[in-house]
T-cell receptor
């Protein structure tokens, strides 16, 4: 079975450009999470979806960040305009059902550098 | 607030010795406590988890203990091996319906041969 698939794996972009990160959750999973990892702040939950509906977006840092899940097999995280402080590793993760009973599986991450 | 504190931030032990990492959490409603291992350049991978109706769980060289009254839980690795070197994260379920994971800051574990 394929795990959580993220693209791109690495991206270097200039400040002010739009960045779109993509995620394909594990087939059959109905919860999807976007996390950001930095040295200073560790792993932070940005937003999570259940059955394609955003449930909690309180971790989204500001209006420059947006996330969508148009169907059960695809999600995007968009940053527009990007800034150097957005440089981080962005992880997508998915699970089936309630997390208290099921494992959350992480993708390999998208390494973003904004110069 | 929703918070998980993890200690120590770095830990170095001799191969064959034991390693212990401790976490405390803020939300008394938390009911799920997984531990993840992250190797360089990879995503976190679950190594063991425990639910609030259990006080201890063991899987070969790895064990986790939970004290709900004190709101803390610990990871114990015995007979450490070089391949145990990695960053370890604890997490606790929080939020509405305890449906999201809040992570600790991570512990960089180094096993010295």
């Amino acid at each position: 079975d394929a795990g959580v698939i993220q693209s791109p794996r690495h991206e270097v972009t200039e400040m002010g450009q739009e960045v779109t990160l993509r995620c394909k959750p594990i087939s059959g999973h109905n919860s999807l999470f976007w996390y950001r990892q930095t040295m200073m702040r560790g792993l932070e939950l940005l937003i999570y979806f259940n059955n394609n509906v955003p449930i909690d977006d309180s971790g989204m840092p500001e209006d420059r960040f947006s996330a969508k899940m148009p169907n059960a097999s695809f999600s995007t995280l968009k940053i527009q305009p990007s800034e150097p402080r957005d440089s981080a590793v962005y992880f997508c993760a998915s699970s089936f059902g309630q997390i208290s009973g099921n494992t959350i599986y992480f993708g390999e991450g998208s390494w973003l550098t904004v110069v | 607030g929703e918070n998980v504190e993890q200690h120590p931030s770095t830990l170095s032990v001799q191969e064959g010795d034991s390693a212990v990492i401790k976490c405390t959490y803020s939300d008394s409603a938390s009911n799920y406590f997984p531990w993840y291992k992250q190797e360089l350049g990879k995503g976190p991978q679950l190594i063991i988890d425990i639910r609030s109706n259990v006080g201890e769980k063991k899987d070969q060289r790895i064990a986790v203990t939970l004290n709900k009254t004190a709101k803390h839980f610990s990871l114990h690795i015995t007979e450490t091996q070089p391949e145990d070197s990695a960053v370890y994260f604890c997490a606790a379920s929080m939020g509405q319906g305890a449906q999201k994971l809040v992570f600790g800051q991570g512990t960089r574990l180094t096993i010295n041969p």
